[in-house]
């Protein structure tokens, strides 16, 4: 069975830096990965997802990731970080050989970004 | 719009009171799941439904039933529903049958039910 890990539960910028979030998964193959975006009172968002193919991943709100086989991590960077982007970060695999579509998260990255 | 909707968005109820969360999605998707958010444990899924009559367990399916008549509507239904069962829950819809994309979710906004 598959397995994510986010190691940092809570991550504190200021606004402009650079972000990056970590995301570490156990899978016996190449796993499809997501990231996804949760807003306090929303539902998840989702920022990007990785199937194959070139492993540096864009997103939507000048997120990207790099897929990094070596190293079983998919992290999560944006070059500079704005207010807006406080939120809880999801980290998500899927496995490509079932059928049930689950996904399985990681435990969630807070975000907290400092004027 | 294009949209899961989840209804009711809060709710606090008494051990026992069966109970029903309505989801419902615009966009034809085959495959709609249940999942539940729990603090320091992401989310998991309860149930999901491949297509209209077909439902099956996902990783924590006690306490939780689920019938999926029609191919817009997914209920998640607690016939006796225990404080344990307080959570965030979230239904989600894929368009595709099969394939990458089957795994692209499309999450409604969550429904908070507290179970006293």
């Known amino acids: 069975a598959q397995s994510v890990t986010q190691p940092d539960i809570h991550i504190t910028v200021s606004e402009g830096a650079s972000l990056e979030l970590r995301c570490n998964y156990s899978?016996?193959?190449?796993?499809?990965l997501f990231w996804y975006v949760q807003s306090p009172g929303q539902g998840l968002q989702l920022l990007l997802k990785?199937?194959?193919?070139?492993?540096l991943v864009q997103g939507i709100k000048g997120f990207e990731a790099e897929f990094k086989r070596s190293q079983s991590s998919f992290n999560l960077r944006k070059p500079s970080v704005h207010w807006s982007d406080a939120a809880e970060y999801f980290c998500?695999?899927?496995?490509?050989?079932?059928?049930?579509?689950?996904?399985?998260f990681g435990s969630g990255t807070r975000l907290q970004v400092q004027p | 719009e294009a949209q899961v909707t989840q209804n009711p968005r809060y709710l606090i109820t008494v051990t026992g009171k069966k109970l029903t969360v309505t989801c419902s999605q615009n966009?034809?998707?085959?495959?709609m799941s249940w999942y539940r958010q729990d603090p320091g444990l992401g989310l998991r899924q309860i149930y999901y439904s491949m297509n209209v009559e077909v439902t099956d367990k996902g990783d924590v399916p006690e306490g939780y039933k689920v019938s999926r008549k029609e191919k817009r509507n997914f209920p998640l239904i607690l016939e006796s529903p225990s404080p344990n069962q307080t959570s965030l829950y979230f239904c989600?819809?894929?368009?595709?049958?099969?394939?990458?994309?089957?795994?692209?979710?499309?999450f409604g906004a969550g429904s908070r039910l507290t179970v006293l």
């Open positions: 989600a819809s894929s368009r595709d049958r099969g394939g990458a994309g089957a795994n692209v979710l499309t």
């Open positions: 990785y199937f194959s193919g070139d492993t």
């Open positions: 998500a695999v899927g496995a490509p050989d079932t059928g049930r579509r689950a996904l399985t």
């Open positions: 899978y016996g193959a190449t796993p499809y």
């Open positions: 966009m034809n998707h085959e495959y």
